[in-house]
Structure formats: structure tokens, C-alpha cells
């Protein structure tokens, strides 16, 4: 079973900044997050992940709490094109990501 | 070059078939997976092969058979199956195993059995 919560759902303006959150409550220390996002009929697209520390790339941000039970991806400005399914994954290492029902972010015009 | 590619993109087959799905990548990386992904559902992990081993088999019923003949290349062999297996396919692979590697997923074969 999936070790995070998300919300269903999420509506963002188009060129506003999109905050998924994400719940991961029984993280352990060696497991990092990982956010992955699934855009509608493609493969799912790495976007960023992290251990302890909030991170950044040229995609997105991570901001991961001091306790590491939640964290939050940040788009920055939004873009029709990053109308997807989002997901959030806790694991400690690469080879077995188990995907929950991530959230479906819409960005509206 | 970071793109993971898989033939064929539709596959239609009846449950007496065998058939193949192929997956190829030349990023170099050492590990390669199948996930199978349901309508409406999130991706489920298949199989992991690392160094062209089987290292993880998500107790799969054999009528997938997964094959990784060189580092670039790795084959779903498909017999017997169900109608309940008509699903989308996906491919990824990773540097290795074992550390925060990302993966890099194909566009995916939709399969539908008949």
C-alpha cells in the first residue's frame, strides 16, 4: 500500500504558483519523496525528490517539513501543460516506487 | 539521449496468443522495469531487473514472462493471457538500483485482450 495521502484533487490558475500537498506521516529515516506526474495517456515524468532538505530544479520545488511527515511540491507559475495526475512517493530507493491515487491537478485558463 | 522507448504503442491480442512487448533504452542504465497500469488507476510494479537479473517479481502469474537479453533491451513475453490483463503496459528504467535514481518511463503498449 501506498505510504502518503494526497488530496484527490486541486484546481490552479494558469501562471499561478500550484502547492500540492503531500502527507507521508510514517516516513522512515533512510526513505526519500519522490514526486512523479502522469500527464493524461503518457508514461509518468520524474519531476524532483528529497531526503531531508528542500530542493529545487529547473521543474519545480520541494519543501520537505523539519519532521519530514509532510511535504509540499510548488510549480511555480502554472501551465496548461502541467494539467496531470501528481504523485507522491515515499521509498528507499529506486527500484520499488509504489504509486498512490496521486492528485489531479487541473490548471485553468 | 534520455528517452525510453516501447514498440508496439496497440497491441490487440486473444487469449490463446503469444505475444511480445519490447522495451529499449541507451541512457547507459543498468535498471529496467515493467509496471502495468488499469484505467483510471495508478501504475503497479511487475518486475525489476538490475545488471540484465531478475531482482524483484511482484508474484506476477507466469503467463508474463519477462526477458532482459542485453542492458538496453528488456521483453515482456505474453501467453494465455486474460481479459482482465488488457491494460497499459509501462517501461522505465534507472541508473541502478539502490540509490534516489529517477526513473524514466516509456510512453507505455495499451494492451487489450480479446
Known amino acids: 500500500d501506498a505510504k502518503t495521502t494526497q488530496p484527490t484533487s486541486m484546481d490552479c490558475a494558469e501562471g499561478r504558483a500550484a502547492n500540492l500537498p503531500c502527507n507521508h506521516s510514517t516516513i522512515s529515516g533512510n526513505e526519500y519523496v519522490y514526486w512523479y506526474r502522469q500527464i493524461h495517456s503518457q508514461g509518468p515524468q520524474y519531476i524532483i525528490h528529497g531526503l531531508k532538505n528542500n530542493e529545487t530544479n529547473e521543474m519545480a520545488s520541494l519543501i520537505i517539513t523539519e519532521d519530514r511527515k509532510s511535504s509540499t511540491l510548488i510549480l511555480p507559475h502554472a501551465t496548461l501543460r502541467d494539467t496531470a495526475v501528481y504523485y507522491c512517493i515515499v521509498a528507499s530507493g529506486s527500484e520499488k516506487l509504489v504509486f498512490g491515487k496521486g492528485t489531479k491537478l487541473t490548471v485553468n485558463p | 539521449d534520455t528517452e525510453v522507448t516501447q514498440t508496439p504503442k496497440h497491441l490487440v491480442m486473444g487469449m490463446t496468443n503469444k505475444k511480445s512487448l519490447k522495451c529499449e533504452q541507451h541512457?547507459?542504465?543498468?535498471?529496467m522495469y515493467w509496471y502495468k497500469q488499469k484505467a483510471k488507476k495508478p501504475p503497479e510494479l511487475m518486475f525489476v531487473?538490475?545488471?540484465?537479473?531478475?531482482?524483484i517479481n511482484e508474484s506476477v502469474p507466469s503467463r508474463f514472462s519477462p526477458e532482459c537479453p542485453n542492458s538496453s533491451l528488456l521483453n515482456l513475453h505474453l501467453h494465455a493471457l486474460q481479459p482482465e490483463d488488457s491494460a497499459l503496459y509501462l517501461c522505465?528504467?534507472?541508473?541502478?538500483?539502490?540509490?534516489?535514481?529517477?526513473?524514466?518511463f516509456g510512453p507505455g503498449t495499451r494492451l487489450t485482450v480479446t
Open positions: 531487473y538490475s545488471y540484465e537479473k531478475l531482482s
Open positions: 541512457m547507459g542504465h543498468r535498471a
Open positions: 522505465a528504467s534507472s541508473q541502478a538500483l539502490g540509490l534516489a535514481y529517477e526513473q524514466y
